[in-house]
């Protein structure tokens, strides 16, 4: 995910009891971590029902994809208060501090435009949705629920004009930009809306901003309608699969806030700690795990760098190279079930998320593999091991017993056929709060989980707003028929499957390099899927390539976003991040080279599994 | 004309679209483009329904599932279980029903171009099942789009597990579900026969669409161009009448090559469906199928029985 804009990452409370609003605030996020409880509970009610009286709530699936949509919205408008909204670069941080006004009204300015465009045609959607007249559950139409796309969006172009100024009259001047720009030609294709677009990214305005702007752009210039941007973003945010991410997130947000980091360690390095590396697969074990519940290794980066630096350093290891390893280790859990890259790839590429989840048990071990011996390498050695302490070991493990069972209650779910995937993250999600708040109480049930629900409603509601946005674009290239034209050209241009696959390789790491893994998912997966299959290239197969070559895409500038978090974590500048994680990026495209050519690792396990 | 369906690239129903196009395509004239969006690429059935609202696309063919969106007397050709017997019954009633039905639409918006079917729903498990009692201790698929089917199945006193189409076969591989009602052409296309080898040869109900466009998207037409389309469009619709009756024996043929087994209902099993299908009527009439709908194809049906004995 990429850097959020201007405020700390994580772990600042959301509203605080400050400001004039504060109050109004806390019911917003009262209301997100409601939304958020619901989406866990539903789904468990629904297995009780089934199960016991073979009844079930009336259209309980539909309304935990309506609560994707509510959560989605909310956590976008709360993200936009605290100025968290995902954007890439940061120019304006090195223009010098007595011009950053002009950067933020213009930033602001031009991101106000943009959301004031995709609220008035969310309205348009909402009206026509309203004639059709379509019930969700109970007698409520399913207009009431889709209503809060334009009232949000409303709402997140009131809070970029709050946020685009300190003073009166910086704001007066965004709010000048935003209505010069409404005023200009209508959005015709004309006015230079990428170049403004561009220019607006470059200062650090929202990456929603810029996908949605091109998409609005894109539709008017062929004279389509604009209510189906947020038709798309709707489309997306009700699929059946799409709860899964919110619900694993927050799994991984009790943990990550509750006591399991240093529970795990402790596992690890009383089972490990004797031998040479122990410390370094302590690291890379762990952190490719947290992220792969978070989905955000950017999370997992800060949420774990304090822990394991200490860790590395109690073994002499050295310091570059250990952030190198914290940084590319985050990146694995892209690969590892039941991360949400994996999930959402399923959804769009329309294959069973199951399938896709076994695929990549395999190659995500060859990955953590190579980092683990690139690790352990570059272990001092001269450090002398720790004697195996049984006793510790068995304490250690008593000690953190309901977090490792956690796989158990996941992965059983999934195989046991009881159960759909969105009823296992809602299991999941259950679990782990019950876990660290009844269990271990590490986390306080008044004041801590409400922070950590609102927190979580925050980082997904800005990573959903994204991906229906890329989702119109998206759309855009199938309505323009662009998606068909490029399969035709590459298979007229490609003969051999392995040049293909080669061209993919390159090609996926200049997306990795520029795009951030959600859009660049929800973009090229319906354009090289189609070409893919044309080559004999199984569309899991091609899943796990793709997001194997994502894992790269995290560690290479310019938007390399675990750079971005680690030169935040461990205080140290961008470049000398980035060539601290060197070595694993080359360890790591030997990996993806292995993943592309044996289709084996990817395709075994779900043969064997699902028959 | 922008055109959206759920039928594969290629297929028989594409082709009769892409013809059907042409044929308007050259009596409109001046600039007219025609474009066909194949595989749900611009979503499911009821994404199609939104899309047409909002004027993205200017028609589509869709199946009961999505046109009951736009109005919902259209259920009643699909989804009263073992209301028909044949496709002759099916038709004589969509005949009669016709002018109100297509009123109905235009009233809404959409001019009902013609009708096209794609054959009949059958049981496809993983254990061998021939009486309604073997059924019940098994976990049916039902469609997560349609809760209301899912009413149905409770009331029938079934196990309804309700998936989206991409979890089928999976779902049918770990165990989550262990019967799949589905038409054989789809089933042969989805390979459900690999995990679920097991048919039921019980007609349940047929699969019935209809290929329409938006009022908006005909009023612009010229009188040749609509001309032209209501005629291609009827000869399109023949064809995937036609097809429907053949292929659903195609289809469990291949199948049968592939390990496929057919299970017949004797007369003492049939009966016992007939009651149970029987015994849910009340529960759809009224709630999927308006009433008066309801009324009217019972009514008709008893007639054309009386008639034709
Ligand atoms: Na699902
Ligand atoms: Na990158």
Not at chain 2, 193 to 222: F, Q
């Amino acid at each position: 995910m990429p850097r959020p804009a201007d405020s700390p990452p994580i772990y600042d409370a959301p509203s605080e009891r400050a400001g004039p609003w504060w109050r109004v605030h806390r019911v917003e996020d009262t209301l997100l971590s409601l939304v958020l409880a619901a989406m866990v509970l539903l789904p468990v009610l629904e297995i009780a029902l089934r199960s016991t009286l073979s009844v079930g709530v009336a259209n309980a699936a539909a309304l935990v994809q309506h609560g994707v949509l509510l959560v989605g919205m909310l956590g976008a408008a709360v993200a936009a208060r605290e100025g968290r909204l995902l954007s890439i670069a940061g120019l304006g941080r090195w223009l010098p501090e007595r011009f950053r006004w002009v950067h933020r009204a213009a930033a602001g300015g031009l991101a106000m435009a943009v959301t004031g465009v995709l609220a008035s045609a969310a309205w348009d959607f909402v009206a026509v949705e309203r004639e059709g007249g379509n019930l969700l559950a109970y007698g409520v139409p399913v207009w009431w629920v889709e209503a809060v796309m334009p009232a949000g969006f409303a709402l997140i172009a009131l809070r970029l004009w709050i946020r685009s100024g300190e003073r009166l009259a910086d704001r007066a001047l965004s709010l000048a930009v935003a209505a010069g720009l409404l005023g200009m030609a209508p959005l015709s294709t004309a006015t230079p809306v990428v170049a403004l677009l561009a220019l607006a990214v470059l200062l650090g305005a929202p990456v929603f901003v810029v996908l949605g702007g091109v998409a609005l752009w894109l539709f008017a210039g062929d004279d389509l309608p604009l209510a189906a941007i947020p038709l798309n973003h709707y489309q997306l945010t009700v699929n059946p699969s799409l709860p899964a991410i919110p619900l694993f997130t927050l799994a991984g947000y009790f943990l990550a806030e509750g006591g399991a980091p240093a529970r795990l360690i402790r596992v690890f390095r009383a089972l490990f700690g004797r031998f040479r590396g122990g410390a370094a697969l302590v690291t890379v074990l762990l952190t490719a795990f947290f992220t792969s519940f978070t989905g955000a290794s950017g999370v997992t980066i800060l949420a774990l760098g304090g822990l394991l630096m200490p860790l590395l350093q109690g073994v002499r290891y050295p310091a570059r190279a250990g952030i190198g390893l914290i940084t590319s280790g985050c990146s694995l859990g892209v690969l590892i079930p039941p991360a949400l890259p994996l999930i959402l790839y399923a959804i769009i590429a329309r294959q069973p998320i199951e399938t896709m989840l076994l695929a990549a048990v395999v190659p995500a071990a060859v990955m953590t593999t190579m980092l683990v011996l690139l690790g352990i390498w570059r272990q001092p050695r001269d450090t002398a091991p720790t004697a195996f302490d049984a006793a510790e070991a068995l304490a250690a493990l008593k000690a953190a017993r309901w977090e490792l069972a956690i796989p158990l209650v996941t992965f059983g779910g999934l195989a046991s056929g009881l159960v759909t995937p969105t009823e296992t993250a809602a299991l999941t999600a259950l679990y782990a709060f019950i876990v660290e708040v009844l269990i271990y109480r590490d986390l306080s049930l008044t004041r801590d989980v409400p922070r950590v629900m609102a927190e979580c409603g925050l980082l997904v509601g800005g990573i959903i707003l994204i991906l229906g946005m890329a989702l119109g674009f998206t759309n855009y290239l199938i309505d323009a028929q662009i998606a068909d034209q490029v399969s035709e050209w590459v298979q007229a241009s490609i003969a051999s499957p392995w040049v293909f696959l080669l061209a993919l390789n390159g090609l996926l790491l200049l997306v990795g390099a520029f795009m951030d893994i959600y859009s660049a998912i929800i973009v090229v997966t319906p354009l090289i899927v189609p070409i893919g299959l044309a080559f004999g290239v199984h569309p899991v197969h091609l899943g796990v390539i793709f997001l194997a070559n994502m894992e790269l895409g995290f560690l290479t500038p310019p938007v390399g976003m675990n750079l971005f978090f680690a030169s935040y974590r461990f205080g140290k500048p961008i470049g000398e991040v980035a060539r601290a994680v060197l070595p694993a990026l080359a360890v790591l495209a030997v990996g993806v080279l292995l993943i592309t050519y044996i289709p084996a690792f990817s395709m075994w396990l779900p043969g064997v599994l699902l028959r | 004309l922008r055109l959206g369906t759920l039928a594969p690239k290629n297929s028989l129903y594409h082709r009769a679209l892409l013809e059907m196009g042409e044929a308007w395509r050259v009596a409109q004239g001046d600039g007219s483009k025609l474009i066909v969006f194949t595989d749900g690429a611009q979503g499911g059935e009821s994404d199609t329904v939104k899309r047409m609202r909002i004027g993205q696309l200017n028609g589509g063919l869709l199946s009961v599932v999505g046109l009951r969106e736009i109005d919902p007397s259209v259920s009643a050709l699909q989804t009263l279980p073992l209301m028909f017997r044949s496709w002759d019954e099916v038709d004589h009633v969509r005949e009669q029903l016709r002018p109100a039905m297509e009123q109905r639409f235009f009233d809404k918006g959409y001019v009902v171009l013609s009708w096209g079917d794609a054959g009949w729903v059958r049981f496809f498990s993983q254990q061998p099942a021939a009486a309604p009692e073997d059924f019940k201790s098994m976990k049916m698929f039902t469609w997560a789009g349609e809760p209301e089917q899912l009413e149905v199945m409770k009331a029938l006193g079934y196990q309804p597990v309700s998936l989206e189409t991409a979890d089928i076969l999976p779902a049918l591989q770990t165990g989550l579900i262990e019967v799949v009602p589905a038409t054989p052409y789809y089933a042969l296309a989805a390979q459900f026969n690999g995990p679920a080898p097991y048919m039921l040869e019980l007609n349940w109900a047929p699969i019935v669409g209809a290929l329409v466009v938006t009022r908006k998207a005909w009023e612009r037409m010229s009188p040749a161009g609509q001309a032209a389309l209501r005629e291609a469009a009827r000869v399109a619709g023949e064809k995937m009448r036609a097809q429907a009756r053949t292929e659903v024996d195609e289809a469990v043929a291949a199948m049968v090559k592939r390990g496929l087994k057919v299970t017949r209902p004797n007369a003492e099993q049939m009966a016992a469906w007939q009651a149970l299908a029987e015994s849910v009527y009340p529960q759809i009439r009224g709630r999927l199928v308006p009433a008066e709908t309801f009324d009217e194809v019972t009514r008709l049906l008893a007639e054309y029985r009386a008639r034709n004995q």
